[in-house]
């Protein structure tokens, strides 16, 4: 049986994994008979969001690797305690938590760090030749991963794909139930909610990535 790590960045489209990406991937890694375990970076969330406002929450604090466990029913582990050897295959739903509290592009464009651990664990897998999948707004990290010319896509936002190929990365227009995959470098993209007016669109793009990683273990 193949087993896949997925990596959350918390509990909530505005502020960590977006909920709807991370079911899906959960559901169609089952679908396809495949082991998965959970990982969250353990460490504070950047800041909370109330999702009826969109405000942030002033003097709330949150905790990545907790809030995440609300996805995950409880079964999930410390990012720190992800060794690649036993895992085939590393995905990751998007949402913002993925670009603030797994990496800085949120807040800092495309002069943006991914969170060390977080870089330290893709780099491993990618060094290894084990397939990545990266959904939604998560391909921004694919440049500072898998250095210079990897294809990935967000779909066709435009502020977002100038700044992916300012950081050396090229970036592929893409419809929100489809996928670009970079053969080299074994990535599955898809645009997942950064397109997706409903729960389907989102679940036909995830559905084609989870396919396309396992078939590249």
């Known amino acids: 049986m193949k087993r896949v790590a997925v990596i959350l960045s918390g509990c909530g489209v505005f502020d960590g994994a977006e909920i709807h990406e991370s079911v899906l991937t959960l559901l169609h890694l089952d679908k396809a008979n495949v082991h998965y375990q959970c990982f969250a970076p353990d460490m504070p969330q950047q800041h909370v969001i109330n999702h009826v406002t969109g405000e942030v929450v002033e003097g709330e604090t949150r905790h ?6 609300r996805i995950a029913r409880g079964e999930i582990k410390s990012l720190s305690e992800l060794r ?3 895992f085939d295959a590393l995905i ?7 670009a603030k509290n797994l990496c800085s ?3 800092d464009g495309q002069t943006m760090q991914i969170q060390p651990d977080v870089l330290a664990v893709c780099q491993r897998f990618a060094k290894a030749t084990k397939p990545i999948g990266l959904i939604c707004i998560a391909p921004v990290m694919a440049a500072k991963i898998f250095g210079e010319s990897v ?3 967000i779909g066709h936002d435009q502020a977002t794909a100038d700044a992916i190929n300012a950081m050396g990365a090229q970036h592929v227009s893409c ?3 489809d996928i670009v995959i970079d ?6 993209t898809t645009p997942a909610y950064m397109l997706a007016q409903r729960i389907g669109e989102a679940s036909a ?3 084609k990535l989870v396919s396309a990683v396992l078939e590249r273990c």
């Open 64 to 69: 990545v690797l907790v809030e995440a466990a």
């Open 84 to 86: 690649e050897d036993d």
């Open 92 to 98: 990751f739903p998007g949402g913002f938590g993925a």
């Open 105 to 107: 592009f949120a807040f």
């Open 151 to 153: 294809k990935c896509t």
């Open 175 to 177: 419809k929100v139930n």
């Open 183 to 188: 053969e080299q470098h074994k990535l599955v």
């Open 205 to 207: 793009g995830i559905e």
